[in-house]
């Protein structure tokens, strides 16, 4: 794959914010990286963002249902 000096400091960017910041943060509020030109890339961190959507939604239900259950027992 040959790519500009620029792309690769792009990527380099991701990655550098991914391991600072987190790669929760990193991709949920530090940018949407529109200068990564990758379909791949981007196909990617949006399944990540829903998938971390989804997997606090149910942490969330679940805690919510639990708590219904012992209010419900008493």
Excluded at 39 to 63: A, D, G, P, Q, W
Aim: with cysteine; charged share 40%; hydrophobic share 30%.
């Amino acid at each position: 794959m040959n790519m500009t000096e620029e792309e690769l400091e792009n990527w380099q960017a991701v990655d550098y914010r991914m391991r600072k910041e987190g790669i929760d943060y990193c991709f949920e509020h530090y940018s949407r990286f529109e200068e990564i030109k990758d379909e791949e890339f981007h196909k990617l961190r949006l399944e990540f963002l829903s998938s971390m959507f989804k997997i606090r939604e149910y942490v969330k239900n679940t805690i919510e249902s639990y708590e219904e259950e012992d209010t419900n027992m008493l």
